[in-house]
């Protein structure tokens, strides 16, 4: 059975930094996509930044290229979302999901089979 389990989440400053971690269980193949979406009240759910385990290529969102870093430490299974430079539109559910393939640019949350709880990320002004 697949778990993600995300925290790190929290309440910070515009300018400040957060650290996400999803620690995978039951999951374990290098062919395999990680993923970190976000979604807001109101909106869709999106992709904020994916990570193919097996060779590290990685894809950001626009809006957080050169702020947020995606990683993943294989011998603990657990796939990280670093997020500087925060901003108030960063404020968001973000979640962790995986899916057995590859990445590419722009995925759905479709595309994905697993996913984690969530954990609140909020940025005051």
């Known amino acids: 059975q697949v778990q993600l389990v995300e925290s790190g989440g929290g309440s910070v400053q515009a300018g400040g930094s957060l650290r996400l971690s999803c620690a995978a269980s039951g999951f374990t193949s290098s062919n395999a996509c990680m993923g970190w979406f976000r979604q807001a009240p109101g909106k869709e759910r999106e992709a904020v930044a994916v990570?193919?385990?097996?060779?590290?290529?990685?894809y950001y969102d626009d809006s957080v290229k050169g702020r947020f870093t995606i990683s993943h430490d294989n011998a603990k299974n657990t796939v990280y979302l670093q997020m500087n430079t925060l901003k108030p539109e960063d404020t968001a559910m973000y979640y962790c999901?995986?899916?057995?393939?590859?990445?590419?640019?722009?995925?759905?949350?479709?595309?994905?089979?697993?996913w984690g709880q969530g954990t609140q990320v909020t940025v005051s002004s």
């Open positions: 999901a995986a899916r057995r393939g590859v990445c590419w640019r722009q995925m759905n949350p479709a595309e994905f089979a697993y």
């Open positions: 990570r193919y385990r097996g060779g590290g290529v990685t």
